[in-house]
């Protein structure tokens, strides 16, 4: 990837395309629960953090990271990969940072669906 | 066709069940949520389903307990197992205990999981296969049948126009290795036989960390195969993904290919046919050329018939185009070719065939690079020389002028002159 270090932000800017996720058509019907469950985890990550339950927040990250791609979320997918990362290392810093951003994302990622 | 999907993700295994169901209009799928229930026992129908989908991290459970666990039972339908992505030696173990098939999570489409269920269930569930599918399933039989000392042949994971290339593993540690098979047809042509093992011999002359490592080689009247290190990180067609890599990245990534080109050109060989499916990345990042198949040493008798061209067009020497007697040059007017891919997501020329896109390496003046990237324009300028007496004659010269104009520039913003 680039080399970008530590904690800083992997968006660098508001309204960069990857804020804009393209979804097929079919999965309409998907994507609702799915953001749900987003939010639920982002809640969840948050009470680990606090908790400093590297574990669960490794889990999470991990989880993150298989699922975003799937549904075409790449950005989830990073993030996952940060926060797993995060976590087996123990870097609270680069967590509370990632965990910052994932909820921005969330509030402003914009689905198409095609 | 009925499904079992065992994950602890409810949206993976949603998405999952509905591409399934889409597929196939009579699917039955089933979840199965391992943070909220064990292994299925002995009194689980696990034999009224034809395929079972398996993750390999389940939570609280390690999904190759579980496969092996399933495996003991007769029962047990096709399993594809998913992995993490860039852990190969996970996916080794699971071909390993008995997995039919194996998925990188991170990279499981639509597509990839359609056609993995398919070929796995194909052969017992219908009678008539298309021709593609039939010769796919050849290739995966050509891997089990193929016996090389110390190896285990797991996967067919690509197909060239030479040779099938299998995942496998080597005995005892398991470490994911590449099988490179001859194709049967390619095996009766001399010169393509001739090719194909003299990848071997000119890599053994190398010994170098930017050269794939290759383990063992062998022949026999049925095959040829040459054993070699798995690249968890993928080849530079998958890392650049039709994009643009960051300047710094490129940079670096085209640095090592110089040391890289250094090396193999010390030895006195050409590699010819540059490409980003033959750049590939170790799990640390440090990069390797792959495929020789078509290098030649420079002294070397020359078995190519006047005037024929080998090396893939987008990638080729104006001199490569001509046909004419190669040196060192080729190999850097094609990593100029790579450079200018890696700076701006696009190939340096575009037509509609492949000789149009030769003939623009003969005679088009590449496109100039954007405002943004002029510190990189002189740089690709001499690589990019139509006429090689005017190009960086070797990959020292072209690591020198990294160190004087690139990394040393006090101000990157400023055009290299």
Redesign the interface.
Known sequence: ???RAGSAPIIPAMDVPSYKVTV?R??ED?IP??MN?RKKELDTLRVALAAADFEQLR?LG??M???G???GFAHV?TLGKHIEDGARSGDRGSLEARIREYADYLAKVEIVYE | MRVLIID?????R??LG?YIR?RWQDASVDEWDPLERDVPGADFPLGSYQALIL?Y?L?RGDGLEWLAKLKQRSDCPKVLF?T?AGNESIAVRAMKAGADDYQR????T?ERLLTSLHEMTAAAGERTVSSELAARMESHSLGAKVRIPGIKVLRLIGEGGMERVYLASREGDDVPLVVKILRREVLKNRTALQRFMEEYALVERIQSRHVARIYDHGQSEEHAYLVMEFFEGGDLMKRLAGQA??P??ALRVFRELMFALGDIHEKGILHRDLKPQNLMFREDGTLAILDFGIAKHIDAIDRTKEGEVLGTPRYMSPEQVQGRALDLRTDIYSAGVLLYQMLTGQHLFEGETAVEVALHHLNTPPPALREDLQLYQRLLDKLLEKDREARFRNADEVIGFLARKLESAPDRTQKLH
């Open positions: 990837m680039t080399g097929a079919d999965l998907l629960v799915f469950n889990q991990h989880r990271k298989g699922v791609n799937s549904y997918s | 602890d993700d409810p949206d993976l949603s998405l509905h889409q993750d991290m939570g998913l993490g999570k991170q990279e499981l639509r890599l960051d710094a990245e």
